[in-house]
Structures are given as C-alpha cells and as structure tokens.
C-alpha cells in the first residue's frame, strides 16, 4: 500500500522522468519483497522453535514416564503442560508477530539499521509517499526527491535479505528442529515398541507398562488387589523375571497405611529358576489397608493394595448331647466353652452360627493327644453345602466321644477370607468313675462273738448311679455274699447312718471260736461301655472270732485303761487348784493362776467327755456282740457315761466360765475360782469311787470265773480219763 501512494506521489508532482518511475517502482518491489521474507521468517523460525520445545517435552516425557511409571493423572498433567508450552510457543512467536503488520517505514528501518550507506534515504522517500498524501497543498522540491529516490533504488540492488533477518540464526533453528524431529522418528523407527507404549501412555492415557529389563509380578493379587483378615500377618510375594542378566540383588518393598510410606527390603525365597527369583516379605499384624509398591533393578510395580477385613468368627454355638444306653439315653444341654465335658460315650450335636455369610466351612475331630511320630487322624465331619452357601450357620454330630477330643471349625467368607486359626472346642470324655464307699464298722473293735451283729456305716456313690454293692464274708472255708438291699438299681448315693446301717449278722454263719473273719463291701455301676461294670472295694476288715468272755475281758481291760485316763486328768486339776491356793489362798487369784486353772479344767472337761463317749463305745460293743446283760447296760451308761456327761456340762463347764471370768475382770473385783475347782474336784472322784467299786466287783466276779474255769477244766480231764480207762479195758484180753 505504501509503494502505491510512493508511485502516486510522484506522478501527482509532475515528475515525468522516466529514471524517477523506474526507482519508484524498485523500491516497491523490494519492499514487497522484503515483507514476504520477513513473514516467512516469522513462520520458519515459530514452527522450528514449537517442533523443538515438542520434542523436547516429548522426550522428557518419555524419561520421567519410563523412570517413574506414574498413574494416568500425572501423566495427563505432563501432557498438558507440554500442549501449554507448545501452544505458548505458536501464539507468542507466530500468532502474535503475524498480527503485527509490517509497514514500509518498519521495513525502511530495518534495512538502514543493517546497511548505513542508505543515510536515511530510503525512510525519507516512505516518509514522502505518507507527506504527500497528507499535506498535498504543501510545496516540495522535486529535484531532491527524484534524486533521493535514484539514490535509494540504485543501492537496494546491495540490500542483503541474510542480514536484515539474521539467516544464520534461522538457519540454526531450523536445522536443529529438523534434527531433532529426524532423531525422534528414527527412534521411533527404531523402537517402535517403545514408541507405541509412549504413544499410549501419554496420549491414549493407558495404563500399559514400560518394557523394562527386569518384570515384576504380584502373586497373590487379584486385579492388583488383595483382602487379608484383620490383624493378621501378610506374606506379599513378587516374582522378578530378567529378559538379560542376573535377577536384581535389592527388590524394595513400600507400603503406605494411614502414615508416610515405609520401605522393607524383601528376602529371596528358593532358587533362581529360569532366570526368574521369587521375593517375599512379612508384614506383621496387619490392621488397617496399605498401598504397596515394589521396586527391583528397572521395574516398578504400583497400584496394589491389601485391604482389611475381619475374618469370619463364630457368633454363637449351641451343644447337646445325647447320654449312652446304660444312662439312660436322654438328651441334655452343655454350655457353650473352650473345653466341654460329656459323659464318655455320648453323642454330641453342634450347630454353629457366624459372623458373616460363609463360602466354604468344615468341622473336623482330631484327638486331643496324638503321637508325634505318626500320622495326622483329623477326621472330617461336614462340611458346608455349596448350595447353602451364603448362610450363617453349619452343624454336625460326633461319633460316641470315647477320649478327649478336639473339635475344629474352619470358616470361610463371601470374600475368601478364612479364620487366621481353626476354633477348637475341647470335647473331654468324662469316664465314668468306680462307686465310691467310705464305710466303718460301728461298735466293733477287733474281736467278735459268733452271734455279733456287725453295724456298717457310711456312704456309697457313684457318679452316674449303682447297680449293686455286697457284704462279703470269708472265715477260713465259709464264704458269704450278702447282698445290701438299700443299693438299688439308678440311686446314686446310698447313706447308712447311725440310726439305720447295713447289719450284718454273724449267727447264721455258725463261726467257730478262734477263727479268723475278713469282712470286705464292694459295690459296682452299671456302666457297660468296656464290657463289664465298674466295680470298687472297701476297707477289708479282719476281725477274730472270740467267745463271750474272753470279749468281756478284753472290754474290761479297756475300762482299767479309761478309768486311769480319767484319775490322770483329776491330778492335773488337782495340781493347778494347789497352785492356784498356794498363790493366792482363797481369794481372788492373778492371772496365771486364773489362767492355769482355766486351762486346766478345759483339759479335764476335754478328756471326761471323751472317756464317757468310750465307754457308749464299750456298751455299744457289748450289745452289738450279743453280750450286753442288764447289769452292764447299769453299770456302763447309768453309772458311768451319763455322769460323766453331765459332769462336763455341769461341774466342770461353770468352773471353766469362772476361770474364764476372772481373768477377764480387774484384779479388785475378781471372784475366787478354788471353790469352783473344788466341787467339780469333788465330782469327779465320786465318779472316779464309783468306778473303782465296780472294778472290785469285777474282780470278783473274775475270780469266779476262773473257779468255773477251773471245775470246768477238771471235769474234763475226769471225762477224758474216764474214756480212756474204758478203751483200755476194752482193748485188753
């Protein structure tokens, strides 16, 4: 436009000559020309500067993704960021510089800039052409102007395009773009592999992995996931396999929770095979989710994580069991516990329910002890039905439950999570224990008359119930079983007490005095699981057969021994009354004299109480051997026991409280003690006179005794020397 008001400016002057037109119209031209180049330029050197920042952000592009293996949103992120820049790149140099027009005085100025010999002259003829369209009125001298303009037309055939526009520089550009775009496509030629995977992950956003040396593979992830119970230990495996080389030595194992990732280093598990190793590690106690990553040589593995989940459990089991035949048979429920005892032999029933809906379950028994150099006997029981699964409940029965056995549940969910350690319920088999007796014989000592009746007392048990339980009698040939009526069939304790025990009668045997009688109970259940009844002894008692008055002797020899039991205890109150007097006289005593005599009467209450109950003991013995006569039962309970009973609740008992009482008082208030002392001193040797009374009319009566001995002996020596005074007459011719 402005070459066209240059050539209209000076045919509007007049200037006709035709060097002037010609200049106009060089100068027109080389503008023009001029404005092409440098528009082209612009577009040259945008383009070259775009392809290199391109392929400059492709390639680290590249690099950062094949050295980081980034998700699909970093990548993303780079892939914009080099868009941006590319963008950036064609708006700033080519978009915005094309927009800028290039006019005649920019271009004048740019070629006087570069080449001086031009003196302004050829901005003067742009600035001429502008004069003249906008002051035309004005005069101008066109002698100058036709020869400014010959002189700029004349020195634009020397203008050099190359240093105007810096061509060297475009030239480098340019020659670097294409270097670099022609490396690139070689590259790509060259790997094309790599090239698509880049292609892929950078423009398609896949997640393709790099092609690496060394591969990484999870074992144990399903689509990079992985669901482990709660709390329990994880074993996270990889197997690294090398396309060249050696497998890498340090596989780098991290993991994230709800902190900052945490770095292992993972062990090698095996061998190396086929050029592939595998690697393990341990998380312990995993107890919430982790994201994992693991790093070997140039592979990296990402995007797995373990979640969480609580395995199943068992929310409630309900056991019963059904008792063996020989008890009856009935069902009974057992509380729900770690260990359950049942009776041996029974059949138990267990129904479990879970916490969550189960995939898979088994009940299996194994036994409690097994030999440690032999096989597993776990023996299955059930196990769910895959068309229940989904439930919450398994059940099974038991065989007869013959020894202790351990009954183990394994749970699997929905999930394929599993119980970390199988339940175990510990079944004891209870056996069925022997009866049980804790038995005396009452009111007999070691002898006995062939007519005593022999009083058992005590208890018989079993746990379960007797079935039978037996007197046995053996006294030299004679045997005896007499059956205990009270026993019966199911009862599971059977009491003889005092008031009514087992009697056991001796006269119906016909035993011989001198022989010696063993005495033995037994009982039996009826437990059948072995073959045969559990069966128990008691004590054997032996006992010689005596005749009624070798008892007597021995019995009254028991009551010489009792009475000087007693004369003994009478001494040692006797004593502590004496030195309680030679202390204190009659009047209150000091402490250790109140407390001797206290101690002293509360041994002789002790020891009379006793000696009264051993001669009850006597007269029982006599009654239960058939020789207890009205003159004994007198003597022994009215003369002797009952007095000596009372004496230790009367006499004896308030001169205990009265020691008792004066140590408890002040010295000044205490009451004297001796008179106390004295009558229950005085009681007991009136007791004690009327004991020995009947020891002397024992003794008379022992000497009568021996008399009838005596005559008895001597008619039967006559009767013997009688017969054999006979024979011998007979015998002789």
Avoid at 36 to 54: F, G, K, Q, T, Y
């Amino acid at each position: 436009m402005m070459t066209e008001m240059l050539q209209t400016a000076v045919q509007e002057t007049g200037m006709a000559h035709a060097s002037a037109v010609a200049a106009a119209a060089t100068i027109t031209r080389r503008l023009a020309a001029l404005r092409r180049e440098a528009r082209a330029w612009i577009w040259i050197e945008s383009l070259a500067a775009a392809a290199l920042v391109a392929v400059a952000g492709g390639w680290a592009t590249l690099v950062i993704d094949r050295l980081v293996e980034p998700p699909a949103w970093p990548r993303a992120v780079l892939l914009g960021i080099l868009v941006a820049a590319v963008a950036w790149v064609l708006v700033t140099r080519l978009v915005g510089r094309l927009a800028v027009p290039l006019t005649d005085a920019s271009l004048a100025l740019a070629v006087e800039r570069t080449h001086p010999a031009f003196a302004d002259g050829l901005s003067t003829a742009v600035a001429y052409a502008h004069h003249r369209e906008s002051r035309a009125d004005e005069p101008v001298d066109d002698e100058l102007v036709d020869a400014t303009l010959r002189t700029v037309a004349a020195r634009l055939g020397d203008v050099r395009a190359a240093a105007i526009f810096r061509r060297g520089r475009l030239a480098v550009l340019t020659l670097a773009a294409l270097a670099a775009l022609a490396g690139t496509a070689a590259a790509a030629v060259a790997g094309p592999a790599l090239a698509t995977v880049w292609a892929r992950r950078m423009l398609a956003l896949a997640d393709v992995p790099w092609p690496r040396r060394v591969t990484l593979e999870a074992e144990g992830f399903s689509n990079g996931a992985m669901v482990v119970p709660r709390g329990s230990d994880v074993e996270v495996s990889v197997r690294a396999t090398v396309a060249e080389g050696e497998p890498p030595e340090v596989v780098e194992l991290r993991t994230r929770g709800s902190g900052a990732w945490r770095s292992e280093r993972m062990g090698t598990r095996g061998g190396t095979a086929a050029a592939s190793q595998r690697y393990g590690h341990t998380l312990k106690a995993v107890g919430e989710d982790q994201a994992v990553e693991v790093r070997g040589g140039d592979a990296r593995l990402r995007g797995l994580s373990i979640s969480v989940a609580d395995p199943p459990a068992l929310a409630a089991v309900e056991l019963a069991y059904t008792l063996p035949d020989y008890l009856g048979g009935g069902r009974r429920h057992a509380a729900a516990s770690r260990t359950v005892p049942v009776p041996r032999g029974s059949v138990v029933d267990l129904t479990c329910t879970t916490t969550k809906p189960l995939a898979a379950a088994v009940i299996a028994l194994r036994p409690a002890v097994e030999h440690a150099a032999g096989p597993s006997t776990e023996q299955r029981l059930t196990e769910l039905d895959p068309a229940l699964a989904g439930g919450q409940s398994i059940a099974a029965r038991t065989p007869p439950i013959d020894a202790d056995t351990v009954v183990l549940i394994r749970l699997t969910d929905q999930a394929g999570l599993t119980n970390r350690d199988p339940v175990a319920l510990l079944l004891t088999a209870v056996a069925d224990q022997p009866p049980r007796l804790a038995l005396r014989l009452a009111g007999i000592s070691t002898a006995v008359t062939p007519q005593a009746v022999l009083p058992v007392e005590g208890t018989i048990s079993d746990d379960h119930g007797l079935a039978s339980a037996t007197v046995s009698l053996v006294a030299g040939e004679i045997a005896r079983d007499l059956p205990i009526a009270r026993v019966e069939g199911g009862v599971e304790v059977v009491q003889l007490t005092a008031e009514r025990p087992e009697l056991v009668r001796l006269a119906e045997l016909g035993l011989a005095v001198g022989t010696r009688l063993e005495v033995k109970v037994s009982a039996r259940d009826g437990c059948t699981l072995d073959g045969a009844a559990n069966g128990a002894e008691g004590d054997t008692w032996t006992l010689e057969v005596v005749s009624p008055e070798a008892l007597q002797a021995m019995l009254e020899a028991r009551e010489v021994l009792l009475r000087r039991r007693f004369e003994a205890a009478i001494d040692d109150l006797a004593k502590a009354r004496e030195l309680a007097v030679s202390v204190a006289g009659n009047v209150a005593p000091d402490d250790a004299s109140a407390r001797r005599c206290g101690e002293a009467t509360a041994r002789a209450g002790g020891e009379t109480a006793e000696i009264a109950e051993e001669f009850r003991g006597i007269h029982r013995e006599f009654a239960n051997n058939a020789a207890l006569t009205p003159e004994l039962d007198t003597r022994l309970i009215a003369e002797i026991a009952d007095p000596l009973a009372a004496m230790v609740t009367g006499e004896l008992a308030a001169a205990a409280a009265v020691c008792r009482a004066a140590s408890a008082e002040a010295v000044a208030g205490r009451r004297p003690i001796v008179p106390a002392v004295d009558a229950a001193l005085a009681r007991m040797r009136m007791v004690l006179e009327r004991m020995l009374e009947l020891e002397s009319v024992n003794e008379v009566i022992e000497r009568l005794r021996g008399v009838i001995r005596v005559q008895e002996e001597i008619r039967r020596e006559t009767l013997e020397r009688q017969r054999k005074r006979g024979r011998e007459a007979l015998e002789s011719p």
